[in-house]
């Protein structure tokens, strides 16, 4: 069993920048793709970026690409999500999920899921 656990959410102006952090339990971390997804009020969940075992493929959504920056540290099992230039529309839960066993955009992938981050931005 994979607990995940995110960090660095909070309330930010527009322009702003936040960095989220996802601390892995486990020690198969470094064999997992990971990936970001958010939720907001009234909306379904959505992919935001994803990160490949190694570090070496990541995806953005359309909405966050040149914006949001994923990486991973293996060794203190954790991955971050950059996120800068943020806009009201970036307001949401913020959830890291482990483990996918497919499209790492897709959230039915995923094995293993956190507990959300409140990102709220503000106009």
């Known amino acids: 069993q994979v607990q995940l656990v995110e960090s660095g959410g909070g309330l930010v102006q527009a322009g702003g920048s936040l960095r989220l952090s996802c601390a892995a339990s486990?020690?198969?971390?470094?064999?997992?793709?990971m990936g970001w997804f958010r939720q907001a009020p009234g909306k379904e969940r959505e992919f935001v970026s994803s990160i490949s075992w190694s570090g070496g493929r990541t995806y953005y959504a359309d909405s966050v690409k040149g914006r949001f920056t994923i990486s991973r540290d293996n060794a203190k099992n954790t991955v971050y999500l950059q996120m800068n230039s943020l806009k009201p529309e970036d307001t949401a839960v913020y959830y890291c999920?482990?483990?996918?066993?497919?499209?790492?955009?897709?959230?039915?992938?995923?094995?293993?899921w956190g507990q959300g981050t409140q990102v709220t931005v503000s106009s």
């Open positions: 999920a482990a483990d996918s066993v497919g499209d790492p955009r897709r959230a039915t992938t995923y094995m293993y």
């Open positions: 486990g020690s198969t971390f470094s064999t997992y793709t």
